[in-house]
């Protein structure tokens, strides 16, 4: 099924709402907990329904790939002097978004709720300030970000994802809902990208075999620039905090949202 250009995640909210309506109302389920990904809408129908909720694998595994190449991406770009002099969407993300709302304000742009968005609305409402034309359109997807990560390998987003499933696989077979050690397997990627095995021991070495193994060339200089932002974005992203919610104990690194499953079933025409 195609579903044209229409965003899934503006038909997950309407499809979740009608959809859990349904299996209580006509068909008399009990639903404890549903999957979901960090949507704010689809936590409110949730919480109106009495419904816990839990996160979803396939978002992380995505979230985290684009934040790598975010990461990556930064330690090929030049921060331009001044807002103004951005010629490209990935110049403007190397400001914070303290610059960008300062900037907007000096435009006389008033943006409500400016200090609780998210870096990528700031992005895109400086971009349309900056080029009226594109104002109101979604920003495209910039060559370089794609390509951030995979210059370093080919396979590099590939196997990032595979090692943050197998990491959660390894704590749900451990029976361990530890999210500390969750976080400290995940952030040992950098590391074995990095050429440094020494953490890719007993139970990360299948991870470290699928991912190329101790023998294939490091995918980048150890201690270099992009070592250092891949493990900050690492720490940043699979934090202590943030993987316990995909610990054994919630069973979420098996779990897939809604959302996910319209992108699989109605992938995007593109
Ligand atoms: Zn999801
Ligand atoms: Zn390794």
Redesign the pocket.
């Known amino acids: 099924m195609l579903r044209g250009n229409e965003s899934s995640w503006k038909l997950e909210t309407q499809c979740v709402e009608k959809l859990l309506h349904r299996l209580k109302d006509e068909k008399n389920l009990i639903i404890a907990e549903v999957?979901?990904?960090d949507c704010g809408a689809v936590d409110v129908i949730l919480w109106r329904m009495n419904i816990d909720s839990q996160k979803?694998?396939?978002?992380k595994a995505?979230t985290l790939v684009k934040r790598l190449r975010e990461a990556v991406r930064g330690t090929k770009t030049v921060k331009p002097a001044a807002v103004v002099a951005c010629e490209h969407v990935r110049e403007v993300k190397c400001f914070t978004n303290k610059e960008l709302e300062l900037w907007l304000e000096s435009k006389c742009v008033h943006v409500a709720g400016v200090s609780t968005r998210k870096k990528d609305e700031l992005v895109e409402i400086v971009w349309g300030v900056l080029f009226p034309d594109e104002a109101g359109k979604a920003l495209r997807d910039d060559v370089v970000e794609i390509d951030a990560l995979q210059t370093s390998h080919c396979n590099a987003a590939e196997e990032a994802k595979e090692w943050l499933y197998g990491a959660c696989r390894l704590r749900e077979r451990a029976k361990d809902d530890d999210g500390d050690v969750l976080a400290t397997h995940v952030q040992h990627l950098a590391d074995h990208w990095a050429g440094d095995h020494s953490c890719c021991d007993k139970e990360l070495s299948n991870l470290c075999k699928a991912a190329g193994g101790p023998d294939r060339d490091p995918l980048y200089e150890a201690g270099g620039r992009v070592h250092l932002a891949v493990a900050r974005c690492l720490q940043q992203f699979s934090s202590n905090t943030k993987m316990e919610c995909y610990t054994r104990a919630r069973m979420t690194f098996n779990n897939?949202?809604?959302?996910?499953v319209i992108n699989k079933y109605a992938t995007k025409v593109v």
């Open positions: 999957v979901h990904d979803c694998m396939w978002h995505k897939e949202c809604f959302h996910s």
